[in-house]
Structure formats: structure tokens, C-alpha cells
T-cell receptor, first 114, second 112 residues
Framework: AQSVTQPDIHITVSEGASLELRCNYS??????LFWYVQSPGQGLQLLLK??????LVQGIKGFEAEFKRSQSSFNLRKPSVHWSDAAEYFC????????????FGGGTRLMVKP | KAGVTQTPRYLIKTRGQQVTLSCSPI?????VSWYQQTPGQGLQFLFE???????NKGNFPGRFSGRQFSNSRSEMNVSTLELGDSALYLC???????????FGSGTQLSVL
């Protein structure tokens, strides 16, 4: 069965510092990969997705993620964090043949220090 | 363009009751998915509908059911509510399968 692991439940970074959120997945084939962000009381917003091709994916709000097949990882990065980035971040995998049946990781809550 | 609309925003029910949650997708979107979010289990897939047909169902008991109407609006129903059904229920829509998902703000269900 597929699974997604986000090893860090909480991360605190200073504003302006770089950020890396980790995501590891287990799947029978190369899945579709996603990062979503959720602000308090809100639904989820898609930051970026990887289906195929270039393993470095650019997303919205200055985020990027790198797919590493050998490590079954899809880590999210941002070079300089803003206070408004404080939120919960979810990594997810979807079936290779498409469809919206996503499996989510447990999430990483990001706090930003001024 | 209006986003995904979920009603009601908050709901309080007692054990044994049933509840119906509603989701209006973005205009033109034909796919609707439902997810349950709890502090303990995280985000879990419930159902996926496309053009009124259920395409996939998650690992939930038969008390959880859903449907999609010809205008793409969707409802989910939970019968014989249990305390563990307390959760944020999120609806998401997309133009087609395998397209970008847009999530609503959810319905917060509390079962007392």
C-alpha cells in the first residue's frame, strides 16, 4: 500500500532563512507527487506538482521541490521564508494513472520567527 | 470565479444521528473528491466522483456515502454518527481527473 512520511511534525525557522521540508513516499510505481499548504481554518492550496520530466519543480509563492527517485523523496524548499509562510504543509501522492485519490503525509507545521 | 463552496461551515450532531454535507464545485469542474481530516488520522480520502459516477472510494465503512448530481454538485452522507466521525470534511473539485484540485474551506462536524 502506498504511504507518505513527513518526518518533521514541527519546524521553526527565522524569517529570511532557508527552508526544507522533507517528504518520503512508498509506492509501487512512480506516483504523481504534490505539495499542499493549509492555513488555519482554510482548505488546502496546491503549491506544486510533479508528474514527469524535470525533477526540479517550481511552484507558487517561491517554493520548489526536487524529486529523487533513488531516495523516494520529494522535498520542498524555499530560499527565504516570509512570516506569511507560517502554515501546515502536506506532501501527497496520487495514482500514476491519474485520478484524485490522494494519499497525504501527516503534515509539517511551519512556524516563522520574526 | 467563485471557489469551491461547502455548506454548512459548522455542524453539531449527536451520536446515532445522520448528516448530509454539501459541496458546490467551481463552475465547469466535473470531478469532486471528498476528504476527512482529523488530528489523529490526518487527511484521508473518502470518495471521488466524475460525471455523476463514483470512481474511487476510500477505506471507510458503509455509513459513509456520497453522490454527485448532473450539475456536478455533490453531497456526502454519514449515517449513525459516531464520536470518531468528528472531523473537518473537505471537498475538492477539478476540471477533469488528474487536474489541479481546488479545495473548499471544509465543514467542521462535531459529534457529541
Amino acid at each position: 500500500a502506498q504511504s507518505v512520511t513527513q518526518p518533521d511534525i514541527h519546524i521553526t525557522v527565522s524569517e529570511g532563512a532557508s527552508l526544507e521540508l522533507r517528504c518520503n513516499y512508498s509506492y509501487g510505481a512512480t506516483p504523481y507527487l504534490f505539495w499542499y499548504v493549509q492555513s488555519p481554518g482554510q482548505g488546502l492550496q496546491l503549491l506544486l506538482k510533479y508528474f514527469s520530466g524535470d525533477t526540479l519543480v517550481q511552484g507558487i509563492k517561491g517554493f520548489e521541490a526536487e524529486f529523487k527517485r533513488s531516495q523516494s523523496s520529494f522535498n520542498l524548499r524555499k530560499p527565504s521564508v516570509h512570516w506569511s509562510d507560517a502554515a501546515e504543509y502536506f506532501c501527497a501522492v496520487g495514482p500514476p494513472r491519474g485520478g484524485n485519490m490522494l494519499t497525504f503525509g501527516g503534515g509539517t507545521r511551519l512556524m516563522v520567527k520574526p | 470565479k467563485a471557489g469551491v463552496t461547502q455548506t454548512p461551515r459548522y455542524l453539531i450532531k449527536t451520536r446515532g444521528q445522520q448528516v448530509t454535507l454539501s459541496c458546490s464545485p467551481i463552475s465547469g469542474h466535473r470531478s469532486v473528491s471528498w476528504y476527512q481530516q482529523t488530528p489523529g488520522q490526518g487527511l484521508q480520502f473518502l470518495f471521488e466522483y466524475f460525471s455523476e459516477t463514483q470512481r474511487n472510494k476510500g477505506n471507510f465503512p458503509g455509513r459513509f456515502s456520497g453522490r454527485q448530481f448532473s450539475n456536478s454538485r455533490s453531497e456526502m452522507n454519514v449515517s449513525t454518527l459516531e464520536l470518531g466521525d468528528s472531523a473537518l470534511y473537505l471537498c475538492a473539485s477539478s476540471v477533469d481527473l488528474n487536474e489541479k484540485l481546488f479545495f473548499g474551506s471544509g465543514t467542521q462536524l462535531s459529534v457529541l
